[in-house]
């Protein structure tokens, strides 16, 4: 299937038009129309990645959280002393990306990584006490845009993004070792 269609097939624009019906009862901004287009699932989910960006950099504000710190923060907070690996597997985040970023974050005194005394078991991340309130509020952030994300989405397509992104972690990226 070629990522970048000139023309979409009937059956394209059937399932399109399908999903844009589910989403016009609930769609409460009339200027901003869905498209009637299918586009490639790539360049919904980048669109959507970096308008979803800007949005909890706006919320986040207060807190000088770059939206990818906002969703590391509320993955610690859902599960404290956690680990590293388990953080990657819940963000998408390749190892040298979230190595770096937690390096921030604790630099700022948000987290604390934890080495295990025999150096066998994996490094446990949990928040320091002020990690833990700016956590908050970045899950609160999070939360809300979730819950307006959910007046404009049914469940059932909101599932389906959740399956994009597992489908995606399961692709990889040919001729590399996995790093997700």
């Known amino acids: 299937m070629d990522p970048w269609p000139d023309e979409t097939d009937e059956t394209d624009d059937d399932a399109a038009t399908d999903a844009i ?13 869905p498209r009637r287009t299918s586009a490639s699932t790539f360049a919904a989910v980048h ?5 979803l960006s800007q ?4 919320e986040t504000r207060d807190c000088h959280l770059s939206p990818s ?3 590391v923060l509320a993955t610690i ?3 404290r002393q956690t680990t590293i690996s388990v953080v990657r597997q819940r963000t998408g985040l390749r190892a040298s990306t979230l190595d770096s970023l937690l390096d921030r974050l604790e630099t700022r005194d948000l987290i604390r990584r ?5 150096l066998r078991g994996e490094v446990t991340l949990d ?8 956590a908050d509020r970045a899950r609160a952030a999070l939360g809300e845009i979730e819950d307006e994300l959910a007046g404009f989405v049914p469940a059932t397509i909101r599932a389906a993004v959740d399956a994009v992104f597992e489908a995606s972690r399961a692709l990889g990226v040919p ?4 790093d997700y």
């Open 21 to 33: 019906e589910a989403l016009d009862p609930m769609w409460p901004r009339a200027h901003l129309q």
């Open 47 to 51: 669109g959507a990645y970096h308008v």
């Open 55 to 58: 949005r909890i950099r706006l």
């Open 69 to 71: 710190e906002a969703v």
């Open 77 to 79: 907070l859902r599960e």
């Open 114 to 118: 934890a080495r295990p005394r025999d």
């Open 127 to 134: 928040l320091s006490p002020e990690g833990a309130d700016v």
């Open 175 to 178: 001729g590399t070792a996995s």
